[in-house]
């Protein structure tokens, strides 16, 4: 008979574990959970937990065999709804973190985690959009085809309607140009392809004296 292809329970249990303790380092990380008592409270914590998840797996391993064993297994295949018990058990492995997470670290200390994560990841974006503007200011109008350096929307992705390369960009037509400025929350859209365009190239850091070079030349 076919083994069950679910996710090995004692992994995801041990997977819990390695999550809190990450979590616990990275709290410690933001000067709120410094002292080394502390640290080995959470530990100890820690290893109680575990203690209690590693007996609640034996019993756990125990229903998982009478199921392989039992004409449910292979009624459970034959209709596709492995899969879906895949997903249940994900979803309780996170709602099992979130729990011990309340337990043993404060909400406080982790909405200040999470604030702080969200600022790097801010951060980031507008590092990335530093280094792109100034790559493409070096664009030149005799290379269309040379890449665009993609710019970053406020949600750290980029618009689907971003232009690939300098002949992209210059080709855009009024309604993209349009939902390109709406994409990426510029101020003054207009109706007007050029005004949008123009805007849009300063935006992402390229010369708008190019684009007029260009008209020139066509």
Do not use: W
């Amino acid at each position: 008979m076919s083994s069950l292809p679910l996710h090995d329970v004692s992994a995801k249990t041990q997977d819990i574990f390695e999550k809190l303790q990450n979590q616990t380092t990275e709290v410690a990380t933001v000067g709120k959970i410094g002292a080394a008592v502390e640290i080995k409270k959470l530990q100890r914590q820690l290893k109680e937990q575990d203690q209690i998840h590693q007996d609640g797996i034996a019993e756990i391993h125990l229903v998982l065999k009478e199921f392989v064993d039992t004409q449910l297994f292979e009624h459970l295949k034959k209709q596709g709804k492995l899969r879906e018990i895949e997903e249940e058990i994900d979803e309780l492995v996170k709602e099992q973190v979130a729990e011990c997470l309340k337990t043993i670290i404060p909400q406080d200390l982790q909405e200040q985690v999470a604030e702080q994560r969200s600022e790097l990841e801010e951060l980031g974006i507008q590092l990335h959009n530093c280094d792109s503007r100034r790559a493409n200011a070096s664009l030149r109008s005799n290379q269309p085809d040379e890449s665009l350096h993609t710019i970053y929307m406020p949600d750290g992705k980029v618009s689907e309607h971003y232009p690939r390369n300098l002949k992209d960009l210059f080709d855009l037509d009024a309604e993209t140009s349009k939902a390109l400025m709406l994409d990426y929350e510029l101020p003054d859209v207009y109706e007007a392809r050029d005004r949008n365009l123009n805007r849009f190239m300063q935006f992402c850091g390229v010369r708008t004296g190019i684009y007029t070079q260009r008209v020139g030349i066509a």
